[in-house]
C-alpha cells in the first residue's frame, strides 16, 4: 500500500491554470531530470517532498514542497461556497510532478526507505540519514516553470520566531509543472486542450523578478537553485500518450 494512499485528488475541485505573476535561477521553465523526491514531516505536522533536480549544464535545483497542512489535510476549503474542497498549491504541484514523472499519482506512488546524505544544521555537515523516497519519480523527465522572488529576508526575533527582516534576498520557486516533450499542464491534459498555457506564461513572465515585498506581487526587471512489499498498481492508459 502507497504511504500516500489517503492523498487523492477524488472530490476535489479540479486545479486550473492561473498566469500570475545557493544560484538563484532566472523566472523561466527548465528542463528537469528528478533524481530525488523524498518525504517527511514538520514539527508541526504538515507533511513535504524534497525535490532534487538535474537541470541542463549540470546545474541543480532543490526544492521541498509541502502538500498538506498540519492536519495532514490536502485542502482547504472553498472561501465562497463552503460545498467545495480546493486542492492546497503545493499538493497540486506534487501531484502534477508525480503524474508528469510517473503517470501516477501522489497516492499511487510507491515508496522505499533509503539511507542518503542529508545537511544536518546541528552538525553543520552533510550526514547519512533515512527517508522515505518515491522510487517511481528516480530519473523521470519533466519541466518545471521556477520564478525568482524578491522577499524580505527572515530572521529570529527574541522569542526565536521567525519574522521579516529590512534586508531583501531574492529566492526561487517552483510555480507549474509541464511535459517535458508536449509542453502541456496537467490540466490542460485533462481537459484535451491546446498547450498554450507555457508559451503564455513565458511571454508574461521570463526573465522577471516577483517583488514579494509588497502586499501584492509586482513584475519587475531582472535583478543583478516501491514501499518495500507494496500492491502494484494496475497499468492504464497514459495521460500524456507515450514518451517519444
Not at 514523472?101 to 550526514?127: C, F, M, W
Not at 521567525?162 to 499542464?185: F, I, M, R
Request: aromatic content about 8%; proline content about 4%; some cysteine.
Amino acid at each position: 500500500m502507497s504511504l500516500f494512499a489517503n492523498m487523492k485528488s477524488d472530490g476535489l475541485e479540479k486545479a486550473e491554470d492561473r498566469l500570475g505573476g545557493f544560484v538563484v535561477h532566472d523566472t523561466d521553465v527548465y528542463p528537469a531530470k528528478i533524481k530525488l523526491a523524498f518525504a517527511g514531516k514538520s514539527d508541526a505536522g504538515a507533511q513535504f517532498i524534497t525535490f532534487h533536480f538535474a537541470l541542463e549544464g549540470g546545474k541543480e535545483y532543490r526544492e521541498t514542497v509541502y502538500f498538506t497542512n498540519k492536519k495532514g489535510e490536502n485542502w482547504f476549503m472553498h472561501k465562497d461556497d463552503k460545498t467545495k474542497k480546493v486542492p492546497l498549491p503545493g499538493f497540486t504541484l506534487v501531484n502534477d510532478l508525480c503524474l508528469i514523472g510517473s503517470n501516477k499519482e501522489l497516492h499511487e506512488q510507491e515508496t522505499e526507505e533509503k539511507v542518503i546524505n542529508l545537511y544536518d544544521r546541528e552538525a553543520k555537515k552533510e550526514l547519512p540519514t533515512k527517508v522515505i523516497v518515491l522510487t517511481e519519480l528516480l530519473n523521470t523527465d519533466v519541466a518545471i516553470g521556477i520564478v525568482n522572488n524578491l522577499e524580505y529576508k527572515q530572521v529570529k526575533d527574541g522569542q526565536g520566531t521567525y519574522v521579516d527582516s529590512d534586508e531583501t534576498v531574492n529566492n526561487n520557486a517552483l510555480h507549474k509543472v509541464y511535459h517535458p516533450e508536449l509542453k502541456v499542464t496537467v490540466v490542460e491534459a485533462q481537459n484535451g486542450q491546446e498547450p498554450t498555457y507555457q508559451d503564455k506564461w513565458l511571454e508574461k513572465n521570463k526573465g522577471t523578478v516577483i517583488d514579494r515585498t509588497k502586499k501584492k506581487g509586482v513584475a519587475t526587471k531582472p535583478s543583478p537553485a516501491p514501499q518495500a512489499g507494496g500492491t502494484a498498481t494496475p497499468a492504464r492508459a497514459s495521460l500524456f500518450g507515450k514518451k517519444s
